[in-house]
T-cell receptor, first 111, second 114 residues
């Protein structure tokens, strides 16, 4: 009955590979987000989706692309992985307000 | 360019005492502030928030104080319990802010010792 779930929890891959991280929320929230927590521990917004429409797209490389098949899912696809992509990626959802619910995170390690 | 700063990376407190976590911000447009708590291998969990029209908000053992003139907020935990040991993130949002507009600090790791 997890509110926001992410898979996988850990992801280790080689440079140049393409990978995806899945996110699902069962809260009925309208908006979902992807955050990146880098090695300096900063948590920064990457994308958000509201009713299948991208409403925020921060200056992230176009190798990153969010895909939302429905309101309850927001998956993150990453092409041509680079060493600097190693981080913890958090999915979150909210119903308009700023106090969203976060998933447990996916630790991505690029070798 | 850190708009939200948590200058203490860690804090150690004895159980039963008060924990005070501090946060400074630079953007005067911020009008909503939140504290999140994060345990290892879990996502951040919303703890408490405050609007800029208030200077204090209390929820049980947790109180957030906002000093707009100093661009400073603090989270007080009284009494501290071992289960409070976690990383605490301060976050801020500007007018019309949503979850996607939040700017986070780097976090402060709180250790509450029995």
């Amino acid at each position: 009955d997890t509110a926001v779930s992410q898979t996988p929890k850990y992801l280790v891959t080689q440079m140049g590979n393409d990978k995806s991280i899945k996110c699902e929320q069962n809260l009925g929230h309208d908006t979902m987000y992807w955050y990146k927590q880098d090695s300096k521990k900063f948590l920064k917004i990457m994308f958000s989706y509201n009713n299948k429409e991208l409403i925020i797209n921060e200056t992230v490389p176009n190798r990153f692309s969010p895909k939302s098949p429905d309101k309850a899912h927001l998956n993150l696809h990453i092409n041509s992985l680079e060493l600097g992509d190693s981080a913890v990626y958090f999915c979150a959802s909210s119903q308009g307000g700023p106090n969203g619910v976060f998933g447990p995170g996916t630790r991505l390690t690029v070798l | 360019d850190q708009q939200v700063k948590q200058n203490s990376p860690s804090l150690s407190v004895q159980e039963g005492r008060i924990s005070i976590l501090n946060c400074d911000y630079t953007n005067s447009m911020f009008d909503y502030f939140l504290w999140y708590k994060k345990y290892p291998a879990e996502g951040p969990t919303f703890l408490i928030s405050i609007s800029s029209i208030k200077d204090k908000n209390e929820d049980g053992r947790f109180t957030v104080f906002l000093n707009k003139s100093a661009k400073h907020l603090s989270l007080h935990i009284v009494p501290s319990q071992p289960g409070d040991s976690a990383v605490y993130f301060c976050a801020a949002s500007a007018t019309g802010g949503s979850q996607g507009n939040l700017i986070f600090g780097k976090g402060t790791k709180l250790s509450v010792k029995p």
